[in-house]
């Protein structure tokens, strides 16, 4: 099955959702690579099994599946000859003892799951090792009774740690030892048995020095009196370490030397894993399982896209018994493309073995190849115009298709020249209906809809439209040629009545309006003339035309020149070099004071504070009028 088709039909989205319901972890690797099934009888037998084990779910039983989410790791570990650990081992056995439970669990259901009791007479029992580890693994580790050996070392061990433990409480209570004493109790450093001493005591005590304390107010010694009993017991654990490895070892390789039988029954449990995530995918979408076929015929029942939000519309669909050709019409967004997403997906999940949102009596037709063209093909990479990118996709759709094929196409020959798009789209559907393949497309052309009027084994279908609120209602009625309805929804969104009139004229005759139009130049355009003469307000935005430098009018007297702020400077310019750019109203508020355009900011807080009666300002006023007396009489001087 071609990989873009089950892109754009979104069936790997359905994988995921199936992938998401598995236990194991090698469950979800298997379904991520298995496709739909082109074979009838495949199909008929996947759907049974999703079908069994719905009853199964809908019963509210559960099937014993124990150890099945690590097994895949758990094999791989002993085949690498890799010893498992104690918690490995039991969840190693739990997916052994599942095995048996599964068989005994469908032997119960055989009535209600013939197929799935058929598939597990065939699981094999190994109980010696399950029993085994069970025995030998107890509390997350391995058991006295695994070995004798073990429980001699481990009943030395106990021993010697009580022997240890009475000579070190009886250091701890003695007098004489009191006064060193750090705290009154056993501590294990590194594998031995120490008292806390003060630091200060630590060369009094005949012992090893282990270890101290990070304030190094506490030093942990080993008294010499117990010293032989600790390397006794470090030996004794050593022992235990090796003879615990050995029964570990023991286990693991067992479970190696059944490896062909475990693989058979890790393949059986996964494929049992498998079709109950189908079923429990099912059960969440409400599925029911189709009829399928292998004589082209599609027949869906008030059927749901399984991704569209709830309440969407159910569609009503049927190809393949009187006619092999499907031409649907509509107003954009009317859900055209809609139908062929769901027709193409419900037909994907049924090969796929999967119960389908729809209601009874639904036929699928199985199909050896389901190949569509949706969405946009535009290809910046290849260069490639959306026109062009449906066109190479659907000339490899005309080199796969035959018999047994469905072919999904939306909106084809759209994207170039009408009359040339519709005939080369009906050229295509004559190509697809002559190989033999089931063809639905959708499209807005007229000249499609008349082929699909005309032509004996093909069939037009209208998505009918809510007029009133220009929305689609998503429903198909076959035998029907739906419109765009361009013209009803301009006139709902209240374009001119002339406008739509006009255009009705149009679709019954081509006498268009053609003949050129003198239209006058924006005020804005004309050049001022020489003899007019145009008056500027303070604020006004210009344009120098001489240096193409922009200020602001400053003043405007009526006088051939204009006092124009640019740059800093009052300059004054030639009233016939001076544009309007904005003036100053549409600049400004309509409170605002022009005069804090040609004010700095100082200047104008200089103003703000004298108004107020500011001391300091009027005092800074004084200094700037003392200071320029002075100046004027040193020039008289001079």
Not at 307 to 313: D, H, I, S, W
Request: proline fraction near 3%; glycine fraction near 6%; hydrophobic fraction near 35%.
């Amino acid at each position: 099955m071609d990989k873009e088709t089950l892109n754009k039909l979104q069936f790997n989205d359905i994988q995921k959702e199936v992938q998401a319901r598995a236990i194991g972890n090698y469950s979800k690797i298997r379904i991520g690579e298995l496709l739909p099934q082109t074979s009838l009888a495949t199909v008929k037998v996947w759907q049974q099994e999703t079908q069994e084990a719905r009853l199964i779910l809908d019963s509210n039983q559960h099937v014993p599946f124990m150890g099945l989410s690590r097994i895949d790791a758990l094999r791989s570990q002993v085949q690498k000859g890799l010893v498992l650990s104690p918690n490995d081992l039991i969840e190693y056995a739990d997916f052994l003892r599942s095995s048996r439970m599964i068989d005994k669990f469908f032997e119960k259901n055989q009535y209600q799951t013939p197929l799935l009791y058929q598939y597990s007479k065939s699981l094999p029992s190994l109980l010696e090792i399950e029993e085994e580890v069970y025995q030998k693994i107890q509390h997350q580790k391995v058991s006295d009774a695994a070995s004798r050996t073990l429980r001699k070392v481990r009943k030395q061990i106990r021993e010697t740690e009580k022997e240890l433990q009475d000579k070190l409480m009886k250091f701890l209570k003695h007098p004489s030892n009191k006064e060193m004493i750090q705290d009154g109790m056993i501590v294990q450093k590194d594998g031995h048995y120490t008292v806390p001493i003060k630091s200060s005591y630590k060369n009094k005590v005949a012992g090893n020095l282990i270890e101290q304390s990070n304030k190094g107010t506490t030093v942990f010694i080993e008294p010499a009196a117990v010293a032989k009993l600790n390397e006794q017991l470090i030996m004794l654990k050593a022992e235990e370490v090796a003879e615990e490895y050995q029964v570990l070892a023991e286990l693991t390789g067992y479970l190696a030397e059944k490896e062909s039988i475990i693989e058979f029954m890790v393949e059986t449990i996964t494929a049992f894993d498998v079709i109950f995530a189908r079923a429990k995918y099912s059960r969440e979408i409400n599925g029911v399982t189709p009829k399928v076929n292998k004589s082209e015929v599609i027949q869906i029942k008030k059927g749901i896209h399984p991704f569209l939000p709830k309440g969407a519309v159910p569609l009503d669909f049927i190809l393949g018994e009187e006619h092999r050709g499907l031409v649907i019409t509509g107003a954009n967004a009317g859900g055209k493309t809609v139908v062929l997403k769901t027709v193409g997906l419900l037909t994907l999940m049924t090969m796929f073995g999967l119960q389908i949102p729809v209601q009874k009596g639904t036929d699928i037709a199985v199909f050896d190849e389901v190949v569509v063209d949706i969405g946009d093909h535009q290809s910046m990479e290849n260069a490639l115009s959306t026109f062009s990118g449906h066109m190479t996709n659907i000339a490899s759709i005309l080199n796969k298709v035959k018999r047994h094929s469905l072919v999904l196409l939306d909106e084809i020959g759209s994207g170039t020249e009408p009359n040339e798009g519709a005939s080369l789209a009906i050229a295509i559907l004559e190509t697809l209906y002559a190989k033999g393949a089931l063809v639905v497309t959708t499209t807005h052309y007229g000249e499609i809809k008349r082929f699909a009027e005309e032509h004996e084994d093909f069939i037009p279908a209208a998505m009918e439209f809510d007029r009133e609120t220009l929305t689609p209602k998503f429903i198909l009625h076959l035998g029907e040629s739906g419109d765009s309805q361009a013209l009803w929804i301009a006139k709902k969104v209240n374009m001119a009545s002339s406008l739509i009139k006009q255009a009705q004229e149009y679709m019954g005759n081509k006498d268009y309006q053609t003949k050129r139009k003198t239209f006058l130049k924006n005020e804005m355009e004309i050049k001022i003339d020489k003899k007019v003469r145009v008056s500027f307000g303070r604020g006004d935005r210009v344009l120098l035309t001489e240096s193409q430098k922009k200020g602001l009018v400053y003043e405007d007297d009526g006088s051939d020149n204009v006092s124009v702020y640019i740059e800093e400077h009052l300059v004054e310019v030639p009233r016939q070099r001076i544009q309007l750019v904005m003036a100053a109203y549409e600049l400004y508020p309509e409170d605002y004071d022009l005069e804090n355009l040609f004010t700095d900011y100082q200047t104008r807080k200089m103003q703000r504070d004298l108004e107020r009666g500011s001391k300091k300002a009027q005092k800074q006023l004084n200094k700037e009028m003392k200071q320029r007396d002075e100046e004027r009489r040193a020039e008289e001087k001079n």
